[in-house]
């Protein structure tokens, strides 16, 4: 089925169920006094000025369109707008994400019981995690790399709490030498790790960073929020060791073909529920069961947001050789491939192997300046190519980085400009070839 065959019986579903309960005339005021048609014309061609984020030419930014499944169960349930944040305003929904949320806990390694909900970002799912590492170590440092997302310094300074960016190593991964001499000098309480670093899509070695929690009793926080989902592919020993930490982050918005607004967050512990507690009198009133309002900070959330993932978890589950999984090998073999071919490049080099599914590379330059300026151009070529346009990124990477990787270039800048393209969509496999032919014409 087709993304409007999909919409046009959800639709329908929703509509028999509305029948159920009786024709009412619907108020005079519900009415627009505009032209809808000529309303929503100008609405398309406002719209029309998006990148085709759908489209294997976009090989930029993390963005993507949901998959026609999420977008026909969450239109579905948007109609009815469920809130999840108590059974009494979600009583379909609210199941739904609880199912979820133990699909995800599988996923990681979590034992039952574990205690989870979505959220409306991987932002918020994160400023979760650090609210209850504050609250299980009052006055205690969070520390996080130096590559690892700006939210955690950002939520640090929401909660008051102190935060230690430490150094990363040229690979994009966390320096754990650097993260044990700040845990041994005292004063941390929780140390943040990425599988999956937003720039270059680096994966700590969170086995190794293991030994920090026996050793000195700090928690372990998994930003997993981009990357995440690849534990399903079962490559690296990092994402095994996801299940003995303390908490994880993941967007289904992201590698879960979800519509934004669809973070989660995961603590292996449930007892942390207890910071949690409140009372709502005039809330929680239909069910002694738990309402997910009491184990999260936000109060109304979207319950359609729960129905989508819930759908689409049904149709594509969490697993390693069907559903899920075969959409994740598929961008796995996209970066691979490109990269194979930018190593074999004359006008391209690799800035590194891809680990996940960023691949990041810049213009064959000799001087760290030249090359600022050659990826600056071709990303702005690409997208002002109106025949045969190209959606790339860059990423600012600190010059001692790049000389320690690639130590021929003439270091004449403290940063250095590269090209980085997230094939995070499973069509950009086939598209490969296309997608260096777009580059070697820019490059010209």
Known sequence: MDRRELIDQALRGVEAWERKWGPFTPSPAS?????????????????????????????????????????????????????????????????????????????????????????????????????????????????????????????????????RAVRALPDGRVDLSA???????????????????????????????????????????????????????????????????????????????????????????????????????????????LHLGEISLECSRAGAAAGALWLTLQAFPLERDRGLGRFLAACRRAANDFAARLKESDRFALHLEPTLDIVAYWPRRTRMSEITDAANTILQNGMADKENPLYLSTLRVDADAFAALHPDVERDAETVTILRSVLMKPEHEAWIPQLKQALDRLAE
């Open 179 to 289: 993260v044990e001499a700040e845990v041994r000098g005292g004063g941390v309480g929780t140390v943040v790790l990425t599988p999956g670093t937003t720039g270059l899509g680096a994966v700590d070695d969170i086995q190794q960073a293991l030994a920090l929690k026996e050793r000195y009793g700090v928690r372990l926080h998994v930003d997993g929020a981009y990357g995440g989902f690849y534990t399903l592919l079962d490559e690296y020993e990092a994402y095994r060791a996801i299940g003995s930490c303390d908490s994880v982050v993941v967007d289904p918005h992201k590698h879960g073909l979800q519509p934004y607004g669809c973070g989660a967050v995961l603590f292996a512990d449930p007892a942390v529920g207890r910071f949690y507690k409140h009372d709502s009198p005039y809330t929680y009133f239909t069910s002694d069961e």
């Open 31 to 163: 009415r627009p006094d505009v032209d809808l048609p000529a309303l929503l014309d100008a609405y398309a061609a406002r719209m029309d000025a998006s990148f085709p984020f759908f489209h294997p030419r976009y090989a930029g930014q993390m963005l993507k369109p949901p998959h026609p499944v999420a977008v026909a169960a969450y239109l579905a349930a948007m109609v009815v707008n469920p809130n999840n944040h108590a059974l009494d305003a979600s009583q379909a929904t609210s199941p739904m994400e609880v199912e979820v949320i133990a699909d995800l806990a599988r996923m990681f390694g979590f034992a039952p019981p574990s205690l989870g909900h979505l959220t409306s970002s991987g932002t918020i799912a994160n400023l979760e995690a650090l609210w209850v590492a504050r609250e299980l170590a009052p006055g205690k440092a969070v520390v996080h790399s130096g590559d690892a997302h700006y939210t955690h310094g950002r939520m640090c300074q929401v909660l008051g709490v102190e935060s």
